[in-house]
């Protein structure tokens, strides 16, 4: 029994010890996925002509390699190139690279981008075909182990290098040479651009397009861009092309930006979009001008005067067909002529101008008068402008009658009926003095009375004398036939005078009423005993009411205002 005990003992320490290394190598056992990156770089549309800014894309193709498989999670790691940094430059090309790093980040298996790489051709780059050149570093895992427990990871860092290519190409290709407009502040006109095919292929069918960045400057029919047609484009050929263009009263005298933009098919009838182009853009300054030496004889209650002054064209354009205005409606003053033609002036040429007939109201009280003048004008192209008003101030004189009317002789009292005998009638003068500043023409002086035949001591058989031109300061005669009542004799009657008169542009003007004081001479041969008492007192009454009522003449209203 003791023997079968220890030989059941043995057998099952046997048995113990031979499966412990079994379960230890159980325990111990680990697996692994084993690989590794391969990065390789690619552009697409690196087709560009030189003095070009552009994209260019770049790609990284990475075919991850797998030495040892597991599970796909541990698989997608070893062929991961994590955190990859991009380093990028022109190398030997003559290419100038703009985006020097890009951080790429994690670049899995497949195809990733595009990288966006802004690049400059230069002007001048001969074609052909150069590279830039692409550092990539980035950290990978080799190797996973992974079992019972965490995983651990191998990781390494590695940097490679690609070259990718940047084909320079023959074709048209575009430089503004000049740009030149005529058109001024507030006005329209052109806009010049001098265009160059510094490329080495024709370009046919383009169209070349300006564009405006700002509301001071238009295109074409008032728009932000207007565009011109070129039919064949030889290499090295300069082309002027025209547009319409107009600049507003906010614009400025600089420089104004104007983007061209060139699309044209190439030589193999492709449509193409020209290298960016830029123009500027300068307007005129506006039309303006000056005026000075101004004079007036402009005279309260008066309608003879005259506005005179000089006007200067400044520039910076000539002028043509051009007027002179008075602008402004002034509340105690008005013009007979409120235009003054104007010869053509050049900039920097002047001419003097004279506004006649200017009359100022009775009542103004007054020493000067702004008036406001401006200049309508043609320009170069025929366009009609007027410019801004420019006030000056016009000097008012106080109130002097126009004429002086005096009677130069008495005449005699006479036997007067209801229809006076032609001894009855008698010649009465008048001296008419002209005060003003210019000469007076179709000089009309009119008697008139405002009472009855039988109401009045004096009556006149020609009523109107016509002197043909009366000089400033000069005094001419005129003659009446007169005849007046004999119990007038010995007194004074107070007799109206209405002149007609042309001013020298033209305008017949009408005076208000002289009061001429009329002295009537006693006749020897009239009967005075016989009247009666009454008579007389009658008469005196008649003269005293004349003499008083009577008052002094204005000048000013129109002939139409007789």
Request: glycine content about 8%; charged content about 20%.
């Given at each position: ?43 697409i ?20 390699v ?122 329209r ?71 061209v ?37 402009l ?10 002054g ?10 043509h ?34 506004f ?19 200049v309508s ?28 009317i ?74 009446y ?82």
């Amino acid at each position: 029994m003791q023997y079968e005990r220890y030989v059941t003992s043995a057998v099952i320490a046997l048995l113990i010890v031979s499966a412990a290394p079994l379960t230890a190598s159980a325990l111990t056992t680990n697996s692994s996925v084993a690989g590794h990156p391969d990065l390789h770089a690619s552009v697409i549309d690196n087709e560009f002509t030189a003095g070009t800014e552009a994209t260019l894309d770049l790609y990284l193709q990475n075919d991850g390699v797998i030495t040892q498989g597991g599970p796909a999670a541990y698989q997608e790691r070893v062929k991961t190139a994590r955190s990859t940094q991009l380093s990028i430059s022109g190398g030997d090309s003559p290419i100038t690279v703009h985006t020097k790093q890009y951080p790429a980040g994690h670049v899995g298996d497949g195809t990733n981008g595009p990288y966006g790489i802004d690049i400059t051709v230069p002007e001048g780059t001969e074609p052909g075909t150069y590279h830039l050149t692409v550092h990539a570093e980035y950290t990978y895992t080799a190797q996973v182990r992974y079992g019972p427990e965490q995983p651990r990871y191998t990781d390494y860092e590695r940097d490679v290098t690609f070259d990718v290519p940047v084909v320079v190409r023959d074709r048209a290709r575009f430089a503004v040479v000049n740009a030149t407009t005529d058109a001024q502040i507030d006005q329209r006109g052109t806009y010049r651009v001098a265009i160059k095919n510094v490329g080495s292929e024709v370009a046919t069918n383009a169209d070349v397009t300006v564009s405006s960045r700002t509301q001071a400057i238009t295109f074409g029919a008032a728009g932000n861009s207007a565009s011109a047609a070129v039919d064949r484009w030889e290499p090295g050929e300069t082309k002027t092309l025209t547009y319409d263009t107009a600049v507003d009263d906010i614009a400025d005298v600089h420089n104004y930006s104007v983007p061209v933009d060139v699309t044209f098919a190439d030589a193999d009838g492709v449509t193409r979009e020209s290298n960016r182009l830029l123009a500027t853009y300068q307007p005129r300054p506006k039309q303006d001008f000056a005026i000075d030496d101004v004079t007036s004889t402009l005279r309260i209650g008066r309608g003879d005067g005259t506005l005179t002054g000089t006007i200067e064209n400044t520039g910076p354009a000539p002028i043509h067909d051009a007027t002179l205005l008075v602008q402004n409606n002034l509340s105690h003053a008005s013009f007979d002529q409120r235009t003054y033609s104007l010869p053509d002036l050049a900039a920097g040429e002047r001419a003097s101008f004279t506004f006649s007939g200017g009359a100022i109201d009775k009542t103004a009280n007054e020493s000067a008068l702004p008036v406001d003048l401006a200049v309508s004008y043609d320009n170069e192209q025929g366009d009609t402008y007027t410019s801004d008003a420019h006030r000056i101030s016009a000097s008012v004189g106080s109130y002097e009658s126009l004429l002086n009317i005096t009677a130069v002789n008495a005449i005699p009292a006479g036997t007067r009926g209801d229809t006076p005998k032609d001894s009855d009638w008698s010649e009465l003068t008048f001296q008419v003095t002209n005060n003003g500043e210019t000469t007076l023409h179709n000089v009309r002086p009119s008697i008139v009375f405002e009472s009855q035949y039988f109401e009045r001591p004096v009556e006149s058989n020609y009523r109107t004398s016509v002197i043909t031109t009366l000089e400033p300061g000069e005094s001419k005669n005129v003659t009446y036939a007169v005849s007046a009542a004999g119990v007038a004799g010995g007194t004074t009657y107070p007799l109206d005078v209405v002149v007609n008169y042309d001013q020298a542009n033209g305008v017949s003007r009408t005076t208000t009423s002289y009061t001429v004081p009329i002295r009537i001479s006693q006749s020897s041969s009239l009967p005075l005993l016989p009247i009666g008492g009454g008579a007389i007192i009658l008469i005196g009454i008649l003269l005293g009411a004349f003499i008083w009522k009577r008052r002094s003449p204005d000048e000013g209203e129109d002939a139409d205002e007789e």
